[in-house]
C-alpha cells in the first residue's frame, strides 16, 4: 500500500506565477488536509477536504490559495500570483475517518511534501 | 541539556541514554494527542498517539506521558539511538464544534544524538 503522493517534491516559480502542488492520498483515504511548514516551525494547518467538499479552511488565506479534491484525481492546492513569502513545505496528509468524537480520532498520513520556492 | 535557540528548542544526548521531550498543548479539551518525527527533508511520520482518557502510553521505545492538569505532554525514547536523530513535534485534535480536521501543531523540538 502506497503512502500520500505528493508532486512534485520541488516546485520553481517567480513572483506573480502560479503554483500546483498535487496530492494523492492513500488507498482507501477519502479525507485530505494540507499544511505549510515555515523553516524551523511546525505545521500550519490550511484546509480539509473530503471528496468533491471542502470542509474545512479556516487556515487557508483568503487571497490567492484554493484547494480541490475532485471526484476522480488527486487534490490540487493552487497558489495564484506567487510572493516570495508563499516560499515554504507544504505537506498534505490523510485519514480514513473523520475526526472528534471518543471512537474516532483523526490518524492522519502525511506525504514527503513540496518545496515552494518562489524567486 | 536542553538550550533554546533562535526558532527551535534543542535536546542533545549520548547514543544509548534516554531521552525526554515535552510540549505544552493549548486547548484543555482536545481529546487526542500524536507525536511525529520529522527528519530533514521528509514529511512528519508517526510514532505515537494517545487519547484523552489515558495518561499513558507504551510502544517500542517509545512513552507518551499525559499530564491533562497542567496540557503536558512527554515524550520518552529509550535507549535512543543516531537514527532518533529529527524534529520531535506533539500535535492535537481540538474537539469538533470548531474545525473537525486539523491538527494543531506544537513549535517542534530537535534532538540530536552524539555518537
Known amino acids: 500500500n502506497a503512502g500520500v503522493m505528493q508532486n512534485p517534491r520541488h516546485l520553481v516559480r517567480r513572483r506573480g506565477q502560479e503554483a500546483r502542488l498535487r496530492c494523492s492520498p492513500m488507498?482507501?483515504?477519502?479525507?485530505v488536509y494540507w499544511y505549510r511548514q515555515l523553516p524551523e516551525e511546525g505545521l500550519k494547518f490550511m484546509v480539509y477536504l473530503q471528496k468533491e467538499n471542502i470542509i474545512d479552511e479556516s487556515g487557508m488565506p483568503k487571497e490567492r490559495f484554493s484547494a480541490e479534491f475532485p471526484k476522480e484525481g488527486p487534490s490540487i492546492l493552487r497558489i495564484q500570483q506567487v510572493v516570495r513569502g508563499d516560499s515554504a513545505a507544504y505537506f498534505c496528509?490523510?485519514?480514513?475517518?473523520?475526526?472528534?468524537?471518543?471512537?474516532?480520532?483523526?490518524?492522519?498520513?502525511f506525504g514527503p511534501g513540496t518545496r515552494l520556492t518562489v524567486l | 541539556g536542553e538550550s533554546v535557540g533562535l526558532h527551535l528548542p534543542t535536546l542533545s544526548v549520548q547514543e544509548g541514554d534516554n531521552s525526554i521531550i515535552n510540549c505544552a498543548y493549548s486547548?484543555?479539551?482536545?481529546?487526542?494527542f500524536i507525536w511525529y518525527k520529522q527528519e530533514s527533508g521528509k514529511g512528519p511520520q508517526f510514532i505515537i498517539d494517545i487519547r484523552s482518557n489515558m495518561d499513558k502510553r507504551q510502544g517500542q521505545r517509545v512513552t507518551v506521558l499525559l499530564n491533562k492538569t497542567v496540557k503536558h505532554l512527554s515524550l520518552q525514547i529509550a535507549a535512543t539511538q543516531p537514527g532518533d536523530s529529527a524534529v520531535y513535534f506533539c500535535a492535537e485534535n481540538p474537539p469538533p464544534g470548531g474545525s473537525q480536521g486539523n491538527l494543531i501543531f506544537g513549535k517542534g523540538t530537535k534532538l540530536s544524538v552524539k555518537p
Open positions: 496528509a490523510s485519514s480514513p475517518r473523520l475526526a472528534g468524537g471518543f471512537y474516532s480520532y483523526n490518524e492522519q498520513f
Open positions: 488507498k482507501g483515504h477519502s479525507h
Open positions: 486547548n484543555s479539551a482536545s481529546d487526542y
